[in-house]
Nanobody, 120 residues
């Protein structure tokens, strides 16, 4: 069973870059055809899919966040990471990393989530 754990700063200042890492166990992030996503949920609002990195390293981003989002991976550590630049208080949310056996198949595992607050 795939297990995921988010890590990173819980507080980021406006205009800075939010950086989170997801550590994966139970499967290799290069396993065909797995896809690894970042999803966030602001307080009182719904889930927002941010982007995905697939088993082959290809990436796809939400059009609304594409200009500020980058997802990368470190296969030696079995981790993938999120960077969101030029953050504002509207980016305050619980951030989740997720896995799915193939992109579009449906998430089969979620991390517990980590709260990131954007504030000066």
């Amino acid at each position: 069973q795939v297990q995921l754990q988010e890590s990173g700063p819980g507080l980021v200042k406006p205009s800075q870059t939010l950086s989170l890492t997801c550590t994966v166990s139970g499967a290799s992030i290069t396993t065909s055809y797995y896809a690894w996503s970042w999803i966030r949920q602001p307080s009182g609002k719904g889930l927002e899919w941010m982007g995905v990195i697939a088993y082959d390293g290809s990436t796809y981003y939400s059009p609304s966040l594409k200009s500020r989002t980058s997802i990368s991976r470190d296969t030696s550590k079995n981790q993938f990471s999120l960077q969101l630049s030029y953050v504002t208080p509207d980016d305050t949310a619980v951030y989740y990393c997720t896995s799915e056996p193939a992109w579009g198949y449906g998430m089969d595992s979620w991390g517990k989530g980590t709260l990131v607050t954007v504030s000066s």
